[in-house]
């Protein structure tokens, strides 16, 4: 796993993550990748058995409102957000590094 120090260089994407260890699976808009990569910085843990997981697959955020990856729309851009289900920071190894994804 590579820690940036400027976060600035980080782009928020979308990920699929599979556990390797017990196999359950979840997806996540919380997913930083370097300006024009597709290749996560940081993982995050498994709810289940705490193993940290690197997203298998990544794509850019999709905008909820007019259905596009890279729009002008000045509304929240995040797909399948529910926000009744906030960021889980005690999973997320970008948070427990020290930077708050929120």
Known sequence: MTILLNMSDLRRMYGYFRCSSCRKTWESSHVYCSQGSFQAKYGQECESCRVICMPYRVEKLKCSICGQH?????????????????????????????YPCA
């Open 70 to 98: 890279d729009c002008n729309c000045q509304r929240n851009k995040d797909r399948h957000t529910d926000p009744n289900k906030p960021h889980r920071a005690d999973l997320c190894a970008k948070c427990q590094a020290g």
